[in-house]
């Protein structure tokens, strides 16, 4: 059983920034990769940005230059720092991993992030 829980969503302001944050229930090198999606309402789950388990890093052109992802092994978790934020940010994240060892992927709950105009 595999768990992931997102924390660090909140309001804030154009041009601010957030962090989030990804806690997975075993090791992180135990996934092929690690992402960050985004739902709005009514709008399909999309990817914002991946890392393997090599460290290689992608991000969709929505956010290059303003999202980093990135991990920390000795938490077992996966960050997403948020900085220039724009209303159309606004959604809720989602955590993503794909198993190393099998075909399985896994998603959190979500957190919401809002951002004011």
């Known amino acids: 059983q595999v768990q992931l829980v997102e924390s660090g969503g909140g309001l804030v302001q154009a041009g601010g920034s957030l962090r989030l944050s990804c806690a997975a229930s075993?090791?992180?090198?135990?996934?092929?990769?690690m992402g960050w999606y985004r739902q709005a309402p009514g709008k399909q789950r999309d990817l914002v940005a991946r890392?393997?388990?090599?460290?290689?890093?992608t991000y969709v052109d929505s956010v290059k230059g303003r999202f980093t992802i990135s991990r920390d092994s000795a938490k077992n978790t996966v960050y997403l720092q948020m900085n220039s934020l724009k209303p159309e940010d606004t959604s809720v994240y989602y955590c993503?991993?794909?198993?190393?060892?099998?075909?399985?992927?896994?998603w959190g709950q979500g957190t919401q992030v809002t951002v004011s105009s």
């Open positions: 993503n991993a794909e198993d190393w060892y099998i075909t399985a992927s896994y």
């Open positions: 075993r090791t992180i090198f135990s996934f092929n990769t």
């Open positions: 890392i393997t388990r090599g460290g290689a890093t």
